[in-house]
């Protein structure tokens, strides 16, 4: 069975079985509540410019993609920071950045939320405590883009389906945002929550 094939079955599967053992965990108290996020996709983030001028021109550009994954205003909100580096490889050091926050939901209840279900230890799927610490986890790509084709990560974490990267393109690269112009796209799974 094919890498997708496996991907399209653990997101058929997985609220299931989040839902299964969210039951089990609220059987003890009758207000806790799960919460899903996704399956979402954020299509065509594009950077801004802030250096040289708009065309990598072939000279790469050096790309640092990271992801995290966090909780914000009082651990009620699921939030995403998107962060991508693009830098031409020699003069003139083109260079275009995206930074931004993406808020994919909050507690309904107004309560904190306390648990993602998520690969435990043992690689299994189960509800793990979040703590004290608001950032759930990071997931980072980085590479040197060597053509003008669309550049595809799956799964550089199990909560990030796909990072895709248009860098480097036919024409002008940083500033628009069309099809041919350099772009980033996101794709999340299912991500459950809870909160009591």
Known sequence: MSTKSHRTN?????????????????ASDAEATAMSIGPVSYNRLCPSLIGGDDEFNGNGPDVDVELTLRRAVGNQQVVLDVYL???????????????????????????PITHIWAPGANGAFQWTVLGTNPTYGTANVFYVDTDTTLD???????????????GDTDGGD?????????YMSVRLPAIWFWHS
């Open 10 to 26: 653990l997101e058929k599967t997985i609220p299931a079985l989040a839902m299964s053992a969210f039951l089990a965990l609220s």
């Open 85 to 111: 580096h693009e830098m031409e490889t020699r003069s003139d050091w083109t260079e275009g950045e995206i930074r931004r926050s993406l808020t994919l939901g909050s507690s309904p209840t107004g309560r």
């Open 152 to 166: 595809r990560f799956y799964n550089p974490q199990w909560w990030v389906s796909e990072i895709a990267v248009n």
């Open 174 to 182: 940083v500033g628009g945002c069309s099809a041919s112009d350099s």
